[in-house]
C-alpha cells in the first residue's frame, strides 16, 4: 500500500480510524459499514499507525509508575520492578504497603505444586500478612532458606513458613538450626546434619524466593535484627563498607560479599544459590533501604524488585548517576 495517498485514500483512512479508536467498531463491523473486506480495514489500521497518524495516550491514575519500572530494569539485571505509589510517610505503612505489592505478585505468578523458599524479616512478614487467595492452590510447599532467630516473630523464619503456607493451603517444612553458628566450623557441622541439609535441598530446588532485603544503618538496621551484635561489632560491619545483606550475607555497595568472617557462620542458602532460583523477589522500602537496593541490583541476585515510589527515584538517582 503507498504512502503517497489521494485526497480519498485519506477520508477512508480517516473513517476507518476514527470507526475503530473513536467510536470503538471492531474491524468486521467498519467492513460491512463501508463495504470493505476485514482484511483491508486490518491493513488500512496498521498502515496508519506506520505513518504515525495514530496517537495513542494511556492516562491510568499510576502509568507513571511503570516508567519507573522500566527505568529500574533498564539500569539494572532485574527482569520486573514492582512499584508501589506514594500515600504515606509512615514507614511502617510503606512496608505493609510493599508487601502487599509482593503478594500480589507471588499470586499471580503462582501454579500448583510450586515451592517457595523464604527468608525471614519484617518486609516478608509483611508479605506473609498480605496473602489473600482467590483461588485454592493445591500442592504448595513453604520452606525456609535460612536458619531463625528467635524472639521476634518476624524472625523466626519457622513461623513465618507455618503462616504462608497455611493461607496457600500448603505444607511447610521447618529447618531446626540458628541462622548464625557459633563458627564456621559449626555451620559446616549444622549444614551436614541430615535434617538441615534436606530441608535447604528443597529451598535450592524452589521456583520462588522471599526475601527482604537488608540494611545496615545503626539506627534503622534490618541485619542487626537478625544478627544480635555488640556495639564494637556493630562499629566494624558499618565501617567495613558492608551497604545491607541477603539472606544475611553480607554485600557491600556494589554488591560483593564482604566480611567473609561473618557470612562464612550463616545456617542457609549462598548467594550463588539465590541466584539459580527462577523468580526471587526482594522487597525493601524506605530511605534505609536505597544503598541496600542498589548493591543487591548490582549483585545481580534478584530477579524481581518489590519497592514503593520515593525508594526507587532515589534508587535510580544513583544508578543512573553511576551508569553515566
Known sequence: MSTDLDFENIRLYSKVVSLHYLEERSQAEIAKMLTLSTAKVNRIIRHARELGWIDITINTPHNHLLTIENRLRAVSSIESAVITPDFSTDAQLVVKSAGRAAAG???????????????????????????????????????????GVQGKHYTDVNHLASQLSERLNGKAYQLHAPLFAGSA??????????????????????????????????????????????????????????????????????????????????????LDDL????????????????????????????????????????VLDVLEKHNK
Open 105 to 147: 505478585y507471588l499470586l499471580e505468578h503462582l501454579e500448583d505444586g510450586d515451592t517457595i523458599c523464604i527468608s525471614g524479616g519484617k518486609a516478608v512478614s509483611a508479605i506473609v500478612d498480605e496473602i489473600r487467595p482467590k483461588r485454592l492452590y493445591q500442592n504448595i510447599t513453604v520452606v525456609p532458606a535460612t536458619g
Open 185 to 270: 566450623k559449626e555451620r559446616d557441622m549444622l549444614m551436614a546434619v541430615r535434617p538441615i541439609q534436606e530441608v535447604l535441598d528443597r529451598a535450592r530446588q524452589a521456583r520462588f524466593a522471599l526475601l527482604g532485603i537488608g540494611s545496615i544503618v545503626p539506627d534503622d538496621s534490618s541485619y542487626f535484627d537478625l544478627y544480635p551484635a555488640s556495639k564494637h561489632e556493630r562499629d566494624k560491619i558499618v565501617q567495613a563498607d558492608a551497604a545491607g545483606d541477603l539472606f544475611a550475607h553480607l554485600f557491600d555497595s556494589l554488591g560483593y560479599p564482604c566480611l567473609a568472617e561473618y557470612n562464612s557462620k550463616l545456617v542457609g542458602l549462598t
Open 275 to 314: 541466584q539459580h532460583i527462577p523468580h526471587s523477589i526482594g522487597v525493601a522500602a524506605g530511605d534505609a533501604k536505597v544503598i541496600p537496593i542498589c548493591g543487591a541490583l548490582r549483585s545481580r541476585r534478584l530477579k524481581t524488585l518489590v519497592t514503593d515510589e520515593c525508594t526507587s527515584l532515589a
